[in-house]
């Protein structure tokens, strides 16, 4: 293995194990997605030509290898994310980030896809949108929404409301 594939490994493995573990949804899963993503990733490496898209390259990668191990276990479709961003998150003696990531993990699939690739992962807008197939400006007005829906929900808490 090259010098080069372990360095991307080491510098991949955390996002393409949480991206996994939100398709799939199970941990043991996840390491045998994680595990095929990477052994993929090693036999078309030759075809990585921009090493600036190697994150939304792996991602794509990962995707495919969760979407593959879900047909074999005859799922259709992923349901929840998983609390991926709670480990990227230090815990604080604070239940606002609880709080938070309950309600994130409460939006819709697609909405939890963006708070991953975005404020964990920190993507741009443009790697957004090249690994999710949207506009750099429909990933803008989208995550305009999710920022809404989360400081609402938080209001409505804050006012003793249950969503």
Do not use: C
């Not at 080491?10 to 993503?37: G, K």
């Not at 443009?126 to 007005?141: H, M, N, Q, R, Y």
């Amino acid at each position: 293995m090259s010098a080069d594939f372990q360095t991307f490994v080491h510098d991949h493995e955390r996002m393409v194990r949480a991206l996994a573990l939100s398709w799939v949804r199970s941990p043991s899963a996840a390491d045998d997605v994680t595990q095929e993503a990477f052994v993929r990733a090693w036999k078309s490496w030759g075809t990585l030509r921009d090493s600036a898209k190697a994150k939304t390259w792996i991602y794509t990668v990962t995707r495919n290898a969760a979407v593959d191990w879900l047909r074999r276990e005859k799922r259709h479709k992923a349901e929840e994310l998983v609390d991926v961003a709670a480990p990227a998150i230090e815990k604080k003696p604070d239940d606002r980030i609880d709080r938070v990531v309950g309600i994130v993990n409460s939006l819709r699939e697609d909405y939890r896809q963006l708070v991953l690739l975005r404020f964990v992962e920190q993507m741009s807008y443009a790697e957004i949108a090249e690994v999710l197939g949207l506009t750099a400006s429909a990933v803008g007005e989208k995550l305009h929404r999710v920022r809404k829906m989360v400081t609402d929900r938080m209001g409505s808490l804050a006012n003793g409301g249950t969503d």
